[in-house]
């Protein structure tokens, strides 16, 4: 599992929305 920091650094640069859309893919 990705830790907070890169999961942090990773939301920042991708933005929310394809955060929000990654996070929905894992939970499904």
Known sequence: MITNKIFTLYIK???KNTFLSLL????I
Do not use: D, H, R
């Open 13 to 15: 640069s991708t933005g």
């Open 24 to 27: 929905q893919n894992n939970l």
